[in-house]
């Protein structure tokens, strides 16, 4: 699929969102968050469509709090593990025109949902929370976490020409029909990356999914969002560790690698071509014989057109050298 074919998609399928009154649904990975939960969701806008709580095995009563917070809520059991894992099972199960990103941990704030959704309604497909946007910040970043994810941002903008402020950031918001690009590797692919774990299982989904936008030609837009220290408990980011495995995402998800494992996937499959079949061969009494028109040699020879030539012997008038016929009045037509 061309660029262009690429952006008249998105085109045609903006005119039919729903930008008047959209529908949020709020993905939450959790992993033995109850202590966190009900100062997260008192912090909820009370408009939302549907709030998704994907648990990761948790074993602090995490799913019994977010009931008796939100009755509604829809929880899903996580088989697999890590954060981009949990992320992919809410992204398959959200109903609403808008799905937002949320942590569990009280680092991102929902007040700012609706800062989310008013960019999206305003046209941008894909909108990144950034703590180094004017208006953003962070009190929980490290020196160490500051400098690595400016490294990685300016990698991934040379590589891609966009202009991301923050890479490695969690509140990210976009509209729900954006998910099947997000789920290819390469645009215009015939396969969706594979596995049950399509953005990656851990901290590197938010890097993979930014550079998808990026490859996919979305409209992709910054807000400033203010991030803060978990409530309770001890974060499992480490910074070493996941700093590596953001760097493997973006090898991962260059252009060389992103269509060598595409090309893999196709021959696995033994895709053969469809050659549709030839017609069989008619029979004698099928066949349609036309009568030989034979004319003597005098008859067709006047049925040949003749052309006098310009300077009357009979051949080809030759170039005057300036690399056109001469004419009879001695200019060109």
């Known amino acids: 699929m061309s660029e262009h074919a690429v952006r008249a998609a998105s085109a045609r399928t903006q005119r039919r969102r729903n930008t008047t009154t959209p529908t949020v649904s709020v993905i939450i990975p959790a992993r033995n968050e109850a202590a966190n939960l009900p100062a997260v ?144 590797t390469w645009p215009g692919s015939p396969l969706a990356a594979s596995g049950s774990a399509p953005f990656g299982t851990g901290f590197e989904v938010e890097t993979t999914l930014n550079i998808r936008a990026a490859k996919a030609g979305l409209t992709v837009w910054e807000v400033p969002s203010f991030e803060r220290p978990r409530i309770h408990g001890q974060s499992n980011l480490n910074a070493i560790r996941d700093g590596l495995r953001i760097l493997r995402a973006i090898w991962d998800e260059s252009p060389g690698r992103a269509l060598r494992r595409e090309r893999t996937a196709l021959a696995g499959l033994h895709l053969t071509p469809h050659v549709p079949a030839l017609p069989a061969s008619p029979g004698p009494a099928d066949r349609l014989v036309l009568p030989a028109a034979v004319l003597p040699t005098g008859e067709f020879l006047a049925t040949v057109p003749q052309h006098e030539s310009l300077n009357g012997n009979g051949h080809a008038p030759a170039l005057n050298g300036n690399g056109h016929a001469p004419t009879l009045n001695g200019r060109h037509q």
């Not at 990698?155 to 029909?177: E, H, I, K, P, Q």
Request: aromatic share 10%.
């Open 41 to 184: 969701i008192a912090r909820f806008p009370a408009d939302l469509f549907e709030v998704i709580l994907v648990d990761g095995h948790s074993t602090d009563g995490t799913v019994e709090v977010a009931r008796e917070l939100i009755p509604a809520v829809r929880v899903f059991h996580q088989e697999g593990r890590g954060k981009g894992d949990a992320l992919a099972i809410g992204f398959a199960a959200a109903r609403g025109d808008v799905i937002v990103m949320l942590d569990a941990d009280g680092s991102a704030d929902a007040v700012e949902i609706p800062r989310f959704v008013a960019a999206l309604v305003a046209g941008a497909d894909f909108v990144k929370g950034s703590r180094f946007a004017q208006g953003g910040g962070s009190s929980d970043i490290t020196v160490t976490r500051r400098l690595g994810n400016r490294a990685l941002c300016s990698l991934v903008n040379r590589a891609y020409g966009m202009s991301y402020t923050d890479l490695c950031y969690g509140y990210n918001a976009f509209w729900a029909d954006c998910l099947p690009l997000l789920r290819l």
